[in-house]
């Protein structure tokens, strides 16, 4: 009877990868964290680099200064990444690193340790990120220009087809883009002309018989939002755009080469700090949009977890999001099913409008030349779109729980004792430099000197620059090493902010504020000058760009120069542009370091007297200690009214407060 049965038991699709986005603290603690998430039943490997080493600094620079190990585990040099993959035999797993500008390093790194390990090279499986464009758009952790960056991502994928044949090359990522605030129009369109931008490079790097095959690599890696049947469509869109691009564009016949492959993380920016517990539920409708359409399902899921909005997840929260993901695949019987949604009228609808939609604006990137020269339109656009969005909530057209409705509720029981979230001990950064100086104290400086110098000479004359990198690795060069050639060789750049100087057509319930900012700058004897800056590596400015966007609305006079600049420098400015109050977004955790540091120096600049304010994931007993640094305001994700911040700057800015 049971053996009947089994045969008339629909045949079950394998699981998607289940892997967690992880790596804090140090390389060894890392190790610790993915062996444990492996033994959990954990099938990938995502590995989160802090931004240092996404930025390409070594741990000892200064604008590293509270940054090591925040957001991710520090990479300098072929000892960490050896001591992050020990006893983890790299020739099995399937491992994502989450890196762009320092990605050839990094993969060198990689291979450097397979190599060590005895692994055969070409068994490799993984992807980097690899997608500067977006870092331009989004996450701001760029090193050089558009165009030499461009050359980096496909030297990667040039040297991966002949060295890692099972190795993708790219994720074109359009995660962070829906972050910042685009459509889903504009996701598709963005996100597509990337791959546009990289294919039409790539084509004249590797032979016309293997392009085909390269097509079939490059992958994606997605955001899935709380609007899940939008999202589902979304994704289905997203396939069938790219068989239509692959087909057309590039005459791709294989109908596997022509496959859209993606991994997904879902959406980050709607967790709210305001009742945490609601993001479980968040999390698993999100992860609905691309598991339950079969012909646009994800190849590898991560989740975020339900604290993300908080501060640095636990091992345990980690393990709930995993445990998500397990009961769908195997408690569910959602893999024993063919596509739940061809021939649905209501979705093949919705489908077209999104394809139209992202055709439409393909078209203006074209006739703009392409992703690259239509960076700063891009970056202009998703900074409106983001305005909107806030608008909505504000307005409560658009609803979201425990933020701008039934906000009263029972004290959350999971965020009692340790706060719900990890801390790092700030002692991590200081061995980490340790480490760092004991590397270079012991290694063959001869050695690296003379692979930096090749490095630099084939970044010179435009060579591929993997193998270079790769004999650097070996030498024992480090991070801030490769980064500082490819410096030397492209220059350096700062992105668009996407914020003009020109307020906008917005302003519709402005009007109070407007009189207000009127009015105290009448007082002050000049228009009230308001300079947001973001002290050290983060390069999150979503936030930043919306409070200068509102600000400027207001009536204020906004300077907001954009990312990655260090105390010194926001004082210089602050100097030079005789700043009424003085505003500061950290979002990677670094707050309490670089403010201490920047109300240090306001005070031995005599600018006691300018108010500083500051924005962040900033847990409760942080905000004291910046109080005490002596911040006036704190604000944190569940201040979502703008406005209201900008009553409280027009208030701080007033002659007669200022006094008080």
């Given at each position: 009877?049971?053996?009947?049965?089994?045969?008339?038991?629909?045949?079950?699709?394998?699981?998607?990868?289940?892997?967690?986005?992880?790596?804090?603290?140090?390389?060894?603690?890392?190790?610790?964290?993915?062996?444990?998430?492996?033994?959990?039943?954990?099938?990938?490997?995502?590995?989160?680099?802090?931004?240092?080493?996404?930025?390409?600094?070594?741990?000892?620079?200064?604008?590293?200064?509270?940054?090591?190990?925040?957001?991710?585990?520090?990479?300098?040099?072929?000892?960490?990444?050896?001591?992050?993959?020990?006893?983890?035999?790299?020739?099995?797993?399937?491992?994502?690193?989450?890196?762009?500008?320092?990605?050839?390093?990094?993969?060198?790194?990689?291979?450097?340790?397979?190599?060590?390990?005895?692994?055969?090279?070409?068994?490799?499986?993984?992807?980097?990120?690899?997608?500067?464009?977006?870092?331009?758009?989004?996450?701001?952790?760029?090193?050089?220009?558009?165009?030499?960056?461009?050359?980096?991502?496909?030297?990667?994928?040039?040297?991966?087809?002949?060295?890692?044949?099972?190795?993708?090359?790219?994720?074109?990522?359009?995660?962070?883009?829906?972050?910042?605030?685009?459509?889903?129009?504009?996701?598709?369109?963005?996100?597509?002309?990337?791959?546009?931008?990289?294919?039409?490079?790539?084509?004249?790097?590797?032979?016309?018989?293997?392009?085909?095959?390269?097509?079939?690599?490059?992958?994606?890696?997605?955001?899935?939002?709380?609007?899940?049947?939008?999202?589902?469509?979304?994704?289905?869109?997203?396939?069938?755009?790219?068989?239509?691009?692959?087909?057309?564009?590039?005459?791709?016949?294989?109908?596997?080469?022509?496959?859209?492959?993606?991994?997904?993380?879902?959406?980050?920016?709607?967790?709210?700090?305001?009742?945490?517990?609601?993001?479980?539920?968040?999390?698993?409708?999100?992860?609905?949009?691309?598991?339950?359409?079969?012909?646009?399902?994800?190849?590898?899921?991560?989740?975020?977890?339900?604290?993300?909005?908080?501060?640095?997840?636990?091992?345990?929260?980690?393990?709930?999001?995993?445990?998500?993901?397990?009961?769908?695949?195997?408690?569910?019987?959602?893999?024993?099913?063919?596509?739940?949604?061809?021939?649905?009228?209501?979705?093949?609808?919705?489908?077209?409008?999104?394809?139209?939609?992202?055709?439409?604006?393909?078209?203006?990137?074209?006739?703009?030349?392409?992703?690259?020269?239509?960076?700063?339109?891009?970056?202009?656009?998703?900074?409106?779109?983001?305005?909107?969005?806030?608008?909505?909530?504000?307005?409560?057209?658009?609803?979201?729980?425990?933020?701008?409705?039934?906000?009263?509720?029972?004290?959350?029981?999971?965020?009692?004792?340790?706060?719900?979230?990890?801390?790092?001990?700030?002692?991590?950064?200081?061995?980490?430099?340790?480490?760092?100086?004991?590397?270079?104290?012991?290694?063959?400086?001869?050695?690296?000197?003379?692979?930096?110098?090749?490095?630099?000479?084939?970044?010179?004359?435009?060579?591929?620059?993997?193998?270079?990198?790769?004999?650097?690795?070996?030498?024992?060069?480090?991070?801030?090493?490769?980064?500082?050639?490819?410096?030397?060789?492209?220059?350096?750049?700062?992105?668009?902010?996407?914020?003009?100087r020109s307020p906008s057509n917005q302003t519709e319930g402005l009007e109070d504020i407007r009189e207000a900012v009127d009015a105290v700058s009448t007082q002050l004897g000049r228009r009230l000058k308001f300079l947001v800056g973001k002290p050290g590596l983060d390069g999150h400015s979503n936030g930043a760009e919306q409070i200068a966007f509102r600000a400027r609305d207001c009536g204020m006079d906004i300077t907001y120069d954009g990312i990655r600049l260090t105390p010194e420098q926001i004082v210089a400015k602050a100097i030079e542009d005789e700043a009424h109050v003085v505003g500061l977004s950290i979002l990677s955790g670094s707050h309490i370091p670089l403010v201490e540091e920047l109300m240090e120096r306001m005070r031995a600049a005599g600018l006691d007297h300018v108010p500083v304010v500051v924005g962040g994931i900033i847990p409760d007993e942080d905000a004291v200690k910046l109080k005490g640094f002596g911040v006036a305001r704190v604000y944190t994700p569940k201040d979502f009214e703008l406005n209201r911040i900008m009553m409280d700057i027009v208030a701080l800015a007033t002659p007669a407060e200022k006094a008080a």
């Amino acid at each position: 009877m049971e053996a009947a049965m089994t045969d008339t038991m629909p045949a079950k699709d394998r699981p998607w990868l289940f892997r967690t986005y992880a790596g804090h603290s140090t390389a060894k603690k890392s190790n610790e964290l993915y062996r444990t998430n492996l033994s959990k039943g954990q099938t990938g490997l995502s590995v989160a680099f802090d931004l240092p080493t996404q930025t390409g600094y070594d741990s000892d620079h200064t604008l590293s200064r509270g940054e090591v190990g925040k957001v991710g585990v520090p990479v300098c040099h072929l000892g960490d990444m050896r001591a992050l993959f020990d006893q983890i035999p790299l020739e099995q797993m399937n491992t994502s690193m989450t890196i762009n500008a320092t990605a050839p390093w990094l993969l060198s790194l990689y291979i450097a340790v397979a190599e060590e390990q005895g692994a055969d090279i070409s068994k490799l499986q993984g992807t980097v990120q690899n997608d500067l464009v977006k870092e331009y758009l989004s996450r701001g952790t760029y090193i050089c220009p558009p165009k030499p960056s461009l050359a980096m991502i496909t030297d990667v994928a040039a040297y991966t087809r002949e060295h890692l044949p099972k190795w993708n090359p790219m994720n074109v990522c359009s995660y962070h883009l829906q972050e910042a605030g685009a459509t889903p129009e504009q996701e598709l369109a963005f996100a597509l002309a990337t791959a546009i931008a990289v294919l039409d490079d790539l084509k004249t790097k590797v032979p016309a018989d293997q392009f085909p095959a390269m097509v079939g690599r490059i992958s994606f890696f997605v955001n899935a939002g709380i609007r899940f049947v939008t999202e589902m469509c979304k994704m289905r869109a997203f396939t069938e755009l790219w068989d239509e691009i692959t087909r057309e564009r590039y005459g791709i016949e294989e109908e596997k080469f022509r496959r859209f492959r993606y991994g997904v993380q879902v959406n980050s920016l709607g967790l709210t700090e305001q009742q945490p517990e609601n993001n479980v539920y968040r999390i698993l409708i999100e992860m609905l949009a691309v598991t339950l359409s079969k012909n646009a399902r994800a190849r590898a899921v991560q989740l975020p977890a339900w604290n993300e909005a908080l501060g640095l997840p636990r091992p345990w929260d980690q393990q709930w999001s995993l445990r998500m993901q397990q009961i769908m695949a195997y408690e569910t019987d959602l893999l024993e099913y063919g596509d739940l949604f061809d021939g649905n009228p209501a979705v093949t609808a919705k489908v077209e409008a999104l394809k139209d939609g992202a055709r439409a604006e393909l078209e203006t990137l074209d006739s703009m030349g392409g992703a690259i020269a239509a960076i700063d339109y891009m970056k202009s656009r998703l900074v409106e779109s983001n305005a909107a969005r806030i608008n909505r909530i504000e307005a409560e057209e658009t609803i979201v729980v425990g933020v701008n409705r039934w906000q009263q509720g029972e004290p959350s029981p999971l965020t009692a004792g340790d706060g719900g979230i990890m801390v790092v001990d700030p002692a991590v950064e200081q061995e980490q430099i340790e480490r760092l100086n004991a590397w270079r104290a012991e290694r063959d400086e001869a050695a690296v000197q003379v692979a930096l110098a090749q490095l630099k000479a084939d970044a010179k004359a435009g060579k591929n620059i993997m193998d270079a990198s790769i004999a650097a690795a070996k030498a024992g060069a480090t991070t801030g090493e490769w980064a500082g050639v490819m410096r030397a060789v492209h220059g350096e750049y700062r992105g668009p902010t996407g914020v003009s100087r020109s307020p906008s057509n917005q302003t519709e319930g402005l009007e109070d504020i407007r009189e207000a900012v009127d009015a105290v700058s009448t007082q002050l004897g000049r228009r009230l000058k308001f300079l947001v800056g973001k002290p050290g590596l983060d390069g999150h400015s979503n936030g930043a760009e919306q409070i200068a966007f509102r600000a400027r609305d207001c009536g204020m006079d906004i300077t907001y120069d954009g990312i990655r600049l260090t105390p010194e420098q926001i004082v210089a400015k602050a100097i030079e542009d005789e700043a009424h109050v003085v505003g500061l977004s950290i979002l990677s955790g670094s707050h309490i370091p670089l403010v201490e540091e920047l109300m240090e120096r306001m005070r031995a600049a005599g600018l006691d007297h300018v108010p500083v304010v500051v924005g962040g994931i900033i847990p409760d007993e942080d905000a004291v200690k910046l109080k005490g640094f002596g911040v006036a305001r704190v604000y944190t994700p569940k201040d979502f009214e703008l406005n209201r911040i900008m009553m409280d700057i027009v208030a701080l800015a007033t002659p007669a407060e200022k006094a008080a």
